[in-house]
């Protein structure tokens, strides 16, 4: 028996998304042609993959099974497919990155990128997701990684990660006291959220620091000047994670997102999709190493 490439992407997507419909758009098929292709790959093992409610999409014991290995299989195909095309594959990729992710996910992305195309080049622009959305749309970058707004319906999701309140260490708050925050400026959808999420408990709160980097926020976080507001990726293992102790409000999760031309004009841009996709689908194991130093930076 032969499974179908094309089908085990589909069912990695629906199993990840829990919905034919985000699936669909994440492997840029119908969601049609989502549905036959699962229907397909369920005739030809003979097992439901997944039991569908009209509200909800959840694995069945079997498709949990199938999915560590569907994954390894994909991963092996993709590798496999850009190793041999890497020598053909040139040009230059102008990727944008959200503050908030950067520092976890941008060194071991751009290492696994460097290293699988050595002859692309490629420019990174850091930022806030508004700005760098703005870029992209006066055709200034190619692809962005950044935060949905609540609500918002463009790009592709790739991941969900916790956003948390946090202090320094030996920061004290107390549930009535007003809340020195620390920001990046407007446009930042986590800074909005925050301010909302206040506001709506009547909670009072004052700026502390405002500046242009995430590295700027832990830095008066960490010298105990303020609260801050970040997603898990950028929260420091010196910081303490605040709450309902605290009086403040819980915040839904950050989803990242992608940005991506739904038809990648060149391969070198249609690989560095596909290489974010699997980055963050199952972090590559590539270590960080002096590739990463290829980037031009602005």
Request: aromatic share 6%; proline share 6%; hydrophobic share 45%.
């Amino acid at each position: 028996m032969n499974l179908d490439i094309d089908a085990l992407r589909a069912f990695v997507a629906v199993a990840d998304q829990r919905s034919f419909t985000r699936a669909a758009s994440s492997v840029s098929r119908t969601q049609s042609t989502v549905s036959v292709q699962i229907k397909n790959l369920e005739a030809r093992l003979g097992f439901a993959l997944f039991e569908r409610t009209k509200r909800s999409v959840a694995m069945t014991p079997r498709g949990e099974r199938l999915l560590a290995y569907a994954r390894g299989i994909l991963r092996l195909n993709d590798e496999g497919v850009r190793d041999v095309t890497a020598a053909q594959v040139q040009g230059r990729v102008r990727l944008g990155i959200t503050e908030y992710f950067a520092p976890e996910h941008l060194p071991t992305l751009l290492t696994h990128f460097c290293a699988s195309y050595p002859t692309v080049d490629i420019e990174v622009t850091t930022g806030v997701t508004g700005m760098l959305r703005a870029m992209q749309k006066a055709g200034e970058l190619d692809v962005v990684i950044g935060r949905r707004d609540l609500g918002g319906t463009e790009g592709e999701p790739i991941r969900r990660e916790p956003v948390r309140w946090v202090s320094a260490g030996g920061y004290r708050l107390g549930p009535k006291a007003p809340v020195g925050l620390a920001l990046l400026p407007v446009g930042c959808g986590i800074r909005a959220m925050a301010i909302a999420a206040l506001e709506r408990q009547h909670r009072q709160w004052r700026p502390v620091y405002c500046g242009p980097s995430v590295l700027g926020v832990q830095s008066a976080v960490a010298a105990g000047l303020a609260v801050a507001c970040l997603t898990r990726s950028a929260v420091r293992e010196d910081f303490r994670v605040l709450g309902a102790r605290e009086g403040l409000p819980k915040l839904p999760d950050s989803e990242i997102v992608l940005f991506a031309p739904r038809r990648a004009k060149g391969p070198e841009l249609r690989q560095l999709v596909d290489v974010i996709r699997d980055h963050f689908a199952q972090p590559p194991s590539l270590p960080v190493a002096a590739a990463a130093a290829r980037a031009v930076w602005r």
